[in-house]
């Protein structure tokens, strides 16, 4: 079993930060990709960031400047430091973990998501 558990969300006023963060544990042998998914009611799920194992980052062109991912590889954990945010950022936030298990196979990991609302 591999749990990803979030932290972080809440409400903050246009131009505030949040820092989300996302813990995984469990049947882990390596962690490949990790990043962040978010949906906004009425609206379909889109990725907002992913990092991989070695530091490389994309960001989807909408949070380009404003946000930042990062991971403690030691920790098994990724953020997403979020700054100047606008209302349009206001969605639930999942994390995601492309990993191996420790016992072999493939798995793709989701957190249980956190929301963030943005008020203007």
């Known amino acids: 079993q591999v749990q990803l558990v979030e932290s972080g969300g809440g409400l903050v006023q246009a131009g505030g930060s949040l820092r989300l963060s996302c813990a995984a544990s469990?049947?882990?042998?390596?962690?490949?990709?990790m990043g962040w998914y978010r949906q906004a009611p009425g609206k379909q799920r889109e990725l907002v960031a992913r990092?991989?194992?070695?530091?490389?980052?994309n960001y989807v062109d909408s949070v380009k400047g404003r946000f930042t991912i990062s991971r403690d590889n030691g920790k098994n954990t990724v953020y997403l430091q979020m700054s100047s945010l606008k209302p349009e950022d206001t969605a639930v936030y999942y994390c995601?973990?492309?990993?191996?298990?420790?016992?072999?196979?493939?798995?793709?990991?989701w957190g249980q998501g956190t929301l963030v609302t943005v008020s203007s």
């Open positions: 995601y973990a492309d990993l191996i298990r420790g016992t072999g196979g493939t798995l793709d990991a």
């Open positions: 469990g049947n882990i042998f390596v962690i490949n990709d």
């Open positions: 990092i991989t194992a070695g530091h490389t980052t």
